[in-house]
């Protein structure tokens, strides 16, 4: 992987977050490419979780950062979506009569995976439609086929084995990226797996909210880390679901931590970013919630210069 234009070859690691860490991610991909001038389509290796990897796959497919801002605020442009009907309702429709992934609690007492990934599989079978995340996919690459882009992985779990699988990555099964996108994004008890291959894959967040170990082994000098779960500097609410929703994210941010010192401890540089607590704010409890976008948008375009810089800074 060479330098480009000057620039050293990049990873970009986009995290799950769900409709809320999708906003997120678009601002500061806007103000990372104003801060450093760079194309941000240009990554060498581009990793995507759940909304990362819807995000992800539009920009392997060309969709440029400034046409997904457009979409997010609801203007017609390259990237084709309406974001208060396609992403689905404040709450997931009722969920089917079965478990998601009912094997991998025994899994998960026997150590062979991790107890968020074990208590996944005892969530209910989710049964949001899929069918306008298909249409967005395949309205940028067309359908059955994978972006020209030379190493997109989109990361998945495995309902059964509770392996991580990272659909693009070398010695994973082939996939139609409209597959892997909505495998990536298959939230427990809110979207149902998708079946690839003879096997059923979920949200890849249940294993690590930005998987940004996969890009060790890489030769890619920077990885651009953007984690819209993890929260180094939380804010302490005290009303229940906030504050569940901040133990959760405290368990995120421990796996990023790890991850990123990985990728230190082999010379990598890392540029990390999260919300701060103005975002989180703005986040709420429900990152599902699509009446919550507009103002975690307006409120991230705010954060994104410092937050940026710091991060740039903190390399």
Known sequence: MSRQNGSPARALVLGCGGVAGGAWSIAMLAELERQLGWDVRNASVLV??????????????GVGVKALTACQQGQ???CQWQHDRDSGGALPPWPAARFTGSGLLGRGLRGEVSPLTAFCGLLPLGRLDMAPFRRLIDGAIPAGQWPDHPATWLVTVDTDSGERVAFGHPGAPAAAMNDAVCASYAVPAWCPPVSIQGRRYMDGGVASPTSADLVVDTAVDEVVILAPMAARQPDHPRAPLPWIERRVRRYMTAI??????LLRAV???????????????????NLMDPGRRRRVLAQAR??????????????
């Open 48 to 61: 995507g979780t759940s909304a990362g990897a819807v995000v992800a796959a539009l920009l392997a497919a």
């Open 76 to 78: 017609v442009g390259q």
């Open 256 to 261: 990023v931590d790890r991850e990123e010192a």
């Open 267 to 285: 010379g990598k540089r890392v540029i990390r970013l999260e919300p701060g607590g103005a975002d989180l704010t703005a986040f709420g409890y």
């Open 302 to 315: 705010l954060s994104a210069p410092a937050l940026v810089a710091r991060a740039i800074a903190d390399a």
